[in-house]
């Protein structure tokens, strides 16, 4: 599909607000006092997570790349793989779209955020927090490791994998062979291949099923965030709303955990990309 950089920008916000309106909203459904999902469990915010990248990438592939993460975009631009001069651009879309996504689901959950009395479901909502962050001091040397070290590892599983999916999948040579032969890439991938071999909307939907893995194996230490703008923009907006909007037992942002889901995916993407590009391009 041929479309200018600005709508590739707008595609990029709106996709990343669907991640958190879908995947926020997930937990919003499961951790909030008094919602019909209350309570429902782990596997549905896994899920939540999973269409929350599926979706937008189905929708989305095709226009934008579906980046909908930082991280990645700088991990690729890193490499070659994307121009650096779409860089910033595709990070302030995509940090506003967490932004209004997160407004969404408050929206959504207003009558429930005040209807909850522990404050780390509330800020869950939003934000990964640490499992070892027991609210003291002590506790948050460990829980700084042990999230670098769940988001870094679990980050570069979901670049490397997002990567080999979508370059590596069934009927990737044929593509190749049609654009040498003269067709067009898009053209050769979304209309000719797909009636010979797997299409690359299969790679996708992979993608989607990689994140419910992630969330469901390595989840548990932090939720995980495997993403800066899903963790940055709504801790933001948690930060930013008042307790007659989150209710009074809305507590503190936790900002000296934030780094860790900025970071560690950062370095992860980097290093996720330029080891795929040395192996398989």
Same mark, same amino acid.
């Given at each position: 599909?041929d479309?200018?950089?600005?709508?590739?920008?707008?595609t990029?916000?709106?996709?990343?607000?669907?991640?958190?309106?879908l995947?926020?909203?997930a937990?919003a459904?499961v951790?909030?006092k008094g919602?019909?999902?209350?309570n429902?469990g782990?596997v549905?915010?896994?899920?939540?997570?999973g269409?929350?990248?599926?979706? /937008?990438? !189905?929708m989305?592939?095709?226009?934008s790349?579906?980046?909908?993460n930082?991280?990645f975009? !700088?991990g690729l631009?890193?490499s070659?793989?994307?121009p650096?001069?779409h860089v910033?651009q595709?990070?302030?879309?995509?940090?506003?779209?967490a932004?209004?996504?997160?407004?969404v689901v408050?929206?959504?959950y207003?009558?429930?955020? =005040?209807?909850?009395?522990n /404050?780390?479901p509330?800020?869950?909502?939003?934000?990964? $927090?640490?499992?070892?962050?027991d609210?003291t001091k002590?506790?948050q040397?460990?829980?700084?490791?042990n999230?670098?070290?769940?988001?870094?590892?679990?980050?570069?599983?979901l670049?490397?994998?997002? !990567?080999a999916l979508?370059k590596?999948y069934?009927?990737?040579e044929l593509?190749?062979k049609?654009?040498?032969?003269?067709?067009?890439?898009?053209?050769?991938?979304?209309?000719i291949s797909?009636?010979?071999?797997?299409?690359?909307?299969?790679a996708?939907?992979? $993608?989607?099923?990689?994140?419910?893995t992630?969330?469901?194996?390595l989840?548990? /230490?932090?939720g995980?965030?495997?993403?800066?703008a899903r963790d940055l923009g709504?801790?933001?907006?948690?930060?930013?709303?008042?307790k007659?909007? !989150?209710g009074q037992? =809305?507590?503190d942002?936790?900002?000296w955990y934030?780094?860790?889901?900025?970071?560690?995916?950062?370095?992860?993407a980097i290093a996720?990309v330029?080891f795929?590009?040395?192996?398989y391009?």
């Open positions: 599909m479309v200018t950089w600005t709508v590739k920008y707008i990029e916000f709106l996709a990343t607000a669907l991640l958190i309106i995947g926020n909203g937990v459904n951790d909030l919602t019909k999902g209350n429902s782990w549905i915010i896994a899920l939540g997570y269409f929350g990248v599926m979706m /937008p990438a !189905l989305f592939g095709n226009v790349g579906n980046h909908i930082p991280a975009t !700088l631009a890193v070659g793989l994307f650096w001069a910033v595709y990070m302030i879309a995509q940090i506003l779209g932004v209004f996504g997160q407004l408050v929206a959504v207003a009558p429930y955020f =005040k209807k909850t009395e /404050p780390n509330i800020l869950g909502s939003f934000s990964t $927090i640490s499992a070892l962050d609210g002590d506790s040397k460990p829980a700084l490791f999230g670098f070290a769940n988001e870094f590892i679990g980050s570069f599983v670049f490397f994998g997002a !990567l979508t590596n069934f009927g990737v593509v190749g049609l654009v040498e032969a003269g067709y067009d890439q898009t053209t050769a991938a979304t209309q797909p009636y010979v071999t797997g299409p690359i909307a299969v996708h939907l992979g $993608i989607g099923f990689l994140v419910m992630l969330v469901t194996s989840g548990g /230490p932090t995980p965030a495997l993403n800066p709504p801790r933001l907006v948690h930060h930013l709303l008042p007659s909007v !989150l037992a =809305k507590s942002s936790k900002w934030a780094w860790v889901p900025v970071l560690a995916p950062t370095l992860a996720a330029a795929f590009k040395y192996l391009l």
